[in-house]
């Protein structure tokens, strides 16, 4: 006696099609994980103060473009990062470090990562120049005035002495 086994379906060339359909559809959806993790549409930028510099740590640093503030952080160990999401294929932006008064203009790409590295001099340049122009205002304010050339000359010596006093 001879025994039979029936299977609960029988593969006709339509449900082999639809079975091939069907798995490569499963595939195809097992893999948007992997795909979505290969296009990464993140920018970041590193930034870093010098060693030597003290006093930037637990300031605010901002990564802005046209549209407003794309992030922002705090500064800690004379370091930062900041990172945004690029959905183009650049993005002009500007990193904006208030406490120093320095702003860089930059442009963002998907996945690329920009070390941006804030020189002690202009550093120094920055602050000297804004103190300046304070004193300059306040002078203003109650009517004496220097000319350009003696505060572009006073700004100049007073950079130089400043810098060289911080290197020793």
């Known amino acids: ?99 120093c008064s320095l702003s860089q203009a930059l442009t963002l790409r998907p996945d690329h990562e920009i070390e941006v590295r804030v020189s002690l001099d202009e550093y120094y340049r920055r602050k000297v120049e804004y103190a300046l122009h304070e004193a300059t205002a306040r002078l203003d304010e109650h009517g004496l005035s220097i000319p350009d050339s003696l505060w572009m000359q006073m700004r100049d010596s007073v950079l130089k002495v400043f810098i060289e006093m911080q290197k020793e």
């Open 1 to 99: 006696m001879s025994k039979q086994f029936y299977l609960p379906f029988s593969f006709t060339p339509t449900t082999m099609r639809n079975t091939i359909l069907l798995l490569t559809l499963v595939a195809l959806i097992g893999l948007i994980p992997w795909m979505v993790s290969r296009n990464n549409h993140t920018a970041t930028v590193h930034g870093s103060f010098p060693e030597e510099l003290t006093g930037v740590d637990y300031n605010w640093v901002y990564l802005t473009s046209e549209d407003g503030v794309l992030d922002s952080c705090i500064v800690s160990k004379n370091r930062f990062e900041l990172q945004t999401e690029v959905n183009q294929r650049q993005l002009a932006a500007t990193i904006e470090i208030p406490c």
